[in-house]
């Protein structure tokens, strides 16, 4: 995609010192969605974290999911709290369930029209929001709806 | 089962003048001396005889030096919640109070100053090039502040229960009706009505402006001793029947995964509060319950049990909640939308006051009388105070 969701300026995303979600971040660059996994167990978490909070193992890795979600929560902010968003307008942040990883949940913006009327539950799929230009380059998980 | 009712009692409340943001003329170790100097006069006791501190969120005023500013003959206990937000107001008292109960002090004040104009306001984002860590997976998405934090599961909530708007709103103007009475109160002198809600801007959805908490410079103090000592102090004696902190050992699963989202986080300890207490919903003359924003009080109410999920639309009503004659008189002060954001400690003070009857809203013969605090944060705590009938 050619234009940013929300207006240039916000803090950028960089991974964390300690490493814990640098392969996510990797991960996008590469437009792939990786989820923390638990080899002991097969289960999924959400951010990541030092040990499966399931079975406490830490024989963890990060498994390629698909961009296939659905919408489990959202807000239409209206209010800019930071000085980028000053001439914004309204724009929607949604939580996005991913039912082929345990229902953990992400979250992102919801591209199009920001006035739409959006419905819990409804199909979404991930956009990937290249930043090629930033130093450091990231990109952000976007989400449209499902046609 | 081990129990802090009727342990403790409360022997003086008081706090500084309440500013907008930016307004106070003294630094905030200076508002934290002058509520607590105003606790201790309030109780007719000197400060030499304060040996203990509790606050939440942070605080910056350490007990160290608070100790040696007020001239405490000891320090014996100084305790700092964890957690931010206003999670921890109840559960600073709780900490008090146990510790005077297991006798590590016996006079320790809980106390919160906040100057949000001289140290930076919650509700705007960080100014910062970068982020790391979990706050890199929401604030590019342009989710930073306290109300864009918790909206999420506000919608949520309304959704899963078809609650309308006008629920909200109900909150919203019990609370700004109250502050009409309160001289104290930041908003006194500037009531609200339905339509000038409904005409005011949209911070995010569903919270319009008055759905969301004040941001303001003050402190508040108020002193608590073994129940023995009850009646050594000038004011109707106030006991504190429970207190308890905590959350779904999930609460703080990070980036929103917690599994009891559209929650105010306090399914597991309402029944805790209540089985301390020794009460159920029903006993409450009147309920303080902590307005970050309105949502949070709504599903606070409901997992208290004051009103079944489904039953929201008919149950926030303006009139159940104002006092004298509501049925459930709430945020009596004005609180945190229309008194002063005190981080909720304002809203401890005004429960003592319920029972005590020195309330600028009393509600008459007030022998229950419940806090909720921070909801939607982990951890969070609640505690109930009683009069001596209660006992």
Redesign the interface.
């Known amino acids: 995609m050619s234009q940013p969701y929300?207006a240039e300026g916000?803090?950028?995303?960089?991974?964390?010192?300690d490493g814990l979600?640098a392969p996510f971040?990797a991960g996008l660059a590469e437009e792939k969605i990786l989820i923390q996994h638990c080899h002991s167990c097969q289960g999924w978490?959400?951010?990541?974290?030092w040990i499966c909070?399931h079975c406490r193992s830490d024989n963890l890795g990060f498994e390629e999911v698909s961009g296939e979600g659905r919408i489990?929560?959202?807000?239409?902010?209206?209010?800019p709290?930071?000085?980028a968003?000053k001439d914004?307008g309204?724009?929607l942040?949604v939580?996005v369930s991913l039912p082929q990883a345990g229902d953990?949940?992400?979250?992102?913006?919801l591209l199009g029209d920001p006035e739409q009327t959006v419905e819990?539950g409804a199909p979404v799929r991930a956009v990937f929001e290249h930043h090629p230009q930033a130093d450091p380059p990231?990109t952000?998980l976007q989400w449209q709806l499902t046609a | 089962m081990k129990t802090l009712r009727g342990s403790v009692a409360v022997a003086g409340v008081g706090e500084t003048a309440y500013y907008k943001r930016g307004d106070a003329p003294d630094a905030e170790a200076k508002l934290a001396l002058t509520a607590i100097l105003a606790a201790c006069e309030d109780a007719g006791i000197s400060p030499r005889d304060v040996d203990g501190f509790a606050s939440f969120s942070n605080d910056r005023n350490d007990p160290s030096r608070l100790s040696a500013a007020l001239g405490c003959r000891e320090l014996r206990f100084s305790s700092m919640q964890w957690g931010g937000g206003g999670g921890g107001g109840s559960a600073a008292v709780a900490n008090a109070a146990a510790a005077i109960a297991g006798g590590l002090a016996e006079c320790v004040v809980v106390f919160r100053a906040l100057a949000q104009g001289q140290f930076g306001r919650f509700?705007?984002?960080?100014?910062?090039?970068?982020?790391?860590?979990?706050?890199?997976?929401?604030?590019?998405?342009?989710?930073?502040?306290p109300?864009?934090m918790f909206?999420?599961?506000v919608?949520?909530f309304m959704?899963d229960h078809g609650v309308h708007q006008e629920a909200l709103r109900a909150i919203s103007l019990a609370a700004y009706h109250h502050a009409q009475n309160n001289p104290r109160a930041v908003m006194y002198g500037r009531p609200l009505d339905e339509a000038t809600y409904d005409a005011s801007?949209?911070?995010?959805?569903p919270f319009h402006l008055y759905d969301c908490c004040l941001e303001n410079d003050g402190a508040a103090a108020m002193v608590l001793v073994s129940a023995e000592r009850a009646a050594e102090f000038p004011h109707k004696p106030c006991y504190l029947l429970g207190a308890v902190a905590g959350s779904h050992h999930?609460a703080g699963?990070?980036?929103?995964?917690t599994p009891e989202?559209?929650s105010s986080s306090f399914p597991t300890l309402a029944p805790r509060l209540y089985e301390m207490a020794g009460i159920g919903p029903q006993d409450v003359d009147v309920l303080q319950s902590y307005e970050n924003f309105t949502g949070g009080v709504l599903m606070s109410i409901v997992e208290h049990g004051f009103c079944a999920p489904d039953a929201c639309n008919e149950f926030f009503v303006k009139e159940r909640f104002l006092a004298p004659g509501g049925d459930l008189p709430l945020n009596t002060s004005g609180g945190n939308l229309a008194e002063c954001y005190m981080h909720g400690l304002g809203l401890v003070i005004e429960a003592v006051r319920q029972i005590r009857g020195d309330s600028s809203n009393p509600v008459p013969d007030a022998a229950v009388s419940m806090i909720i605090s921070g909801p939607m944060v982990t951890p969070v705590s609640c505690c109930v105070f009683g009069s001596e009938a209660t006992l």
């Open positions: 929300l916000l803090p950028q995303p960089v991974p964390a010192p979600d971040w978490q959400w951010g990541p974290e909070h489990y929560s959202y807000e239409r902010v209206w209010h709290v930071h000085p968003l914004q309204p724009y942040i939580l953990v949940r992400l979250v992102g913006n819990i990231f952000l | 509700g705007q984002g960080p100014r910062r090039n970068t982020i790391a860590g979990e706050f890199a997976h929401t604030i590019p998405y342009g989710l930073m502040s109300a864009q909206a999420m599961k919608v949520r959704h801007r949209w911070i995010v959805e999930r699963a990070p980036v929103h995964n989202y559209a």
